[in-house]
């Protein structure tokens, strides 16, 4: 089983609003992916956590803020968003970092 | 550094011809490589991918690519299109100490009836 659960599928808030992402993956994967992903580009990578620990952060603003609680779980607390944040929040997991990463569905995230 | 480019951003085939997409690297160690399917509204699915066992691939779906490391090439094949195959695809390098994916920008499937 190579499944990655994300939840909700899709959230609007305000930005005023503080939300969070989850993303679930049961397949003792201990990489962990946050990635943003804008219409007809590719994804972009924000956050990795390597064994509970994040490991890179690509300069992303601090109104995204990453935590992972145990090595099943990563969540993305989101919090005075803009306009511009509006895309598909894709997550990924791995066994390790270069391990073929697999994708959860996404959350559609619309910023009012 | 790593870099992927993808040669054309939209492929239009007919029912049940051959579908070819293109994919050209660049490292400077030797390469995994992988081929995402995305289908709209939906996350990425892994196709295939390489990781320097055997230079032809097969995957999901009835696609399959080769790997040349003269031509640096990962192209994606499959010898018969079916309008389900109607989908963005990319494909992405990882190596040495780069720690993540480089996605290419994309190649949008159509298939015509």
């Known amino acids: 089983d190579t499944e990655v659960t994300q939840t909700p599928k899709h959230l609007v808030m305000g930005m005023t609003n503080k939300k969070s992402l989850k993303c679930e993956q049961h397949m003792g994967h201990r990489a962990m992916y946050w990635y943003k992903q804008k219409a007809k580009k590719p994804p972009e990578l924000m956050f990795v956590?390597?064994?509970?620990?994040?490991?890179i952060n690509e300069s992303v603003p601090s109104r995204f803020s990453p935590e992972c609680p145990n090595s099943s779980l990563l969540n993305l607390h989101l919090h005075a968003l803009q306009p511009e944040d509006s895309a598909l929040y894709l997550c990924?997991?791995?066994?390790?970092?270069?391990?073929?990463?697999?994708f959860g569905p996404g959350t559609r995230l619309t910023v009012l | 550094a790593q870099s992927v480019t993808q040669l054309g951003s939209h492929v239009s085939v007919s029912e049940g011809a051959l579908v070819l997409l293109r994919c050209n690297y660049s490292s400077s160690v030797p390469p995994y490589l992988f081929w995402y399917v995305q289908y709209p509204n939906q996350g990425l699915q892994l196709l295939l991918k390489y990781t320097s066992a055997a230079t032809l691939v097969k995957g999901i779906n009835g696609f399959e690519a080769e790997f040349k490391k003269s031509e640096t090439s990962f192209h994606l094949t499959k010898p018969s299109a079916h309008m389900s195959d109607a989908a963005e695809y990319f494909c992405?390098?990882?190596?040495?100490?780069?720690?993540?994916?480089?996605f290419g920008s994309g190649t949008q499937l159509t298939v015509l009836p």
């Open positions: 956590y390597s064994y509970e620990k994040l490991s």
């Open positions: 990924a997991s791995s066994e390790r970092d270069l391990d073929t990463q697999y």
């Open positions: 992405a390098v990882s190596s040495g100490s780069a720690r993540q994916l480089t």
